[in-house]
Nanobody, 123 residues
Framework: HVQLVESGGGTVQPGRSLRLSCAAS????????MGWFRQAPGKEREGVAA????????YYDDSVTGRFTISRDNAKNTVYLQMNSLKSEDTALYYC?????????????????WGQGTQVTVS
């Protein structure tokens, strides 16, 4: 299984930005797609963005469209989540995950490999 390490979380004021990073232990092309998910206290884990590693097609949940951007750096085996115009409701533990096959739904937390998460607090 691929190892994933997230970083870049922190505490910011509403309206500010953060960039999360997810470093993979092997070539990101070995997976069909990578995604960012989040889980707020008392809520279910939800998908926010995903990227197909070959080709770069991206998908966004409606709640983050226009504010978040997912991207990849193949040379660094890293996927990023640029988060702008942050809101208090974006507060959550953010996870990176990978999927070897094309998922039926990019936003379901059914991916097999996960990182430990990085906390984002908007306050």
């Amino acid at each position: 299984h691929v190892q994933l390490v997230e970083s870049g979380g922190g505490t910011v004021q509403p309206g500010r930005s953060l960039r999360l990073s997810c470093a993979a232990s092997d070539n990101i092309y070995s997976n069909y797609c990578m995604g960012w998910f989040r889980q707020a206290p008392g809520k279910e884990r939800e998908g926010v963005a995903a990227i197909v590693t070959l080709g770069g097609t991206t998908y966004y949940d409606d709640s983050v469209t226009g504010r978040f951007t997912i991207s990849r750096d193949n040379a660094k085996n890293t996927v990023y989540l640029q988060m702008n115009s942050l809101k208090s409701e974006d507060t959550a533990l953010y996870y990176c995950a990978t999927e070897e096959r094309q998922p039926s739904n990019y936003f379901l937390p059914s991916f097999p490999d996960w990182g430990q998460g990085t906390q984002v607090t908007v306050s």
